[in-house]
Structures are given as C-alpha cells and as structure tokens.
C-alpha cells in the first residue's frame, strides 16, 4: 500500500512539473496579434495586424493530406532546416487558407526581417507579407479534419448572413497551440 502511494505522488508530481513547463514554454509563442471588434453569440469580429509568414502551397483540398506535409516542410525551415542552418521561433497559430489547394503559414517572429531570413533548402517555401485584415472568427475544440472544418465553415456563413454582415469566399483555419492545465 505504502509503494503505491509513493507512486502515486511521484507521479502526481511528475504530471505537475510537466504542466508547469508546459505553461512556461507556452508563454515563450509570439501570438498573431489581433483586436476583437464586436463578439456575436457563435462568432467575433477580429482585426488582425499585418504580419510575414513562411508558407508552402499544397496541391490538396483535404485537410488531412495537407497539414501533417505543409507542418513537416515549414517545422523543417524553421527548426534549422536551411542554407545557414538558422532555428526561428515557433509562432501561433499555424495557418491554413482553404481553398482549392490550401496553403500553410507559419507566422514569422517580429523580430525578424524578410531580407534577414535564412534561405529554404526547399524551393517550396515562399515568404509572403499578409496585409492586416477584418475577418470574421468561429472557435471550436478537439482534432480538426475536412468535414468538421466544413461544418464550421456553414455555421460561420449561416451566422455572418443572419447578421447581415456580407462576406468574401475565402477561409483560414488556424490552428492555435493550446495546452492542459
């Protein structure tokens, strides 16, 4: 009895310790900054800055094709995988366009400039400026895949015509990097 108390409380504590570095390395993720407008009952207005990204355009429609590859190549540019061997700061969200081939973005950190950034070893990453932007954001928790992003993507519509707010056809999903506590 007394061993799996031992146990019991190292592993406790172990999981605590966990969740504590945990939450200090999250502190360390430059997020895409952004302001809330208005904040409806399914969705909110954002105005989001103008920023860089490191992005790979992807010859998919499907999620699941698409963001285990694009995370790879851009984990790969920023995680050293470059001419001058160069890490960069993981950012987030990650972000995905979804159109007919979706593109992935990894948000580059302020500090960096687009004429200071290591050359990719892939010919696939391009680096592109997104202008700041009003969008109109829809939340939902657990593993993404194509028919959930679909689901969201009617509610979102459903919601912005039932306001009265006109809307462009073009969608992002961002990923952003929660953690348990």
Do not use: C, H
Not at 31 to 44: D, G, H, L, M, R
Not at 90 to 105: C, F, G, R
């Amino acid at each position: 009895m007394k061993i799996i108390l031992i146990v019991g409380v190292v592993l406790t504590l172990g999981f605590l310790l966990f969740q504590i570095y945990l939450m200090t390395s999250r502190k360390k993720i430059e997020n895409y900054p952004y302001q809330v407008i208005k904040s409806y009952e399914a969705f909110e207005i954002r105005k989001y800055e103008a920023r860089l990204f490191t992005s790979v355009k992807l010859k998919t429609d499907k999620y699941e094709d698409a963001s285990g590859k694009g995370f790879s190549i851009l984990a790969g540019y920023i995680f050293g995988g470059n001419k001058q061997k160069d890490k960069i700061s993981m950012t987030s969200p990650v972000s995905m366009s979804l159109e007919d081939s979706m593109t992935m973005m990894f948000m580059v950190p302020k500090e960096w400039k687009k004429e200071d950034l290591p050359e990719p070893n892939s010919g696939d990453i391009q680096f592109r400026e997104e202008p700041a932007k009003t969008v109109a954001a829809i939340s939902f928790g657990g593993w993404a895949n194509s028919e959930k992003i679909k689901t969201y993507k009617e509610k979102l519509t459903s919601a912005l015509t039932k306001e009265g707010i006109s809307f462009t056809n073009q969608f992002y999903f961002l990923v952003t990097i929660l953690l348990l506590i």
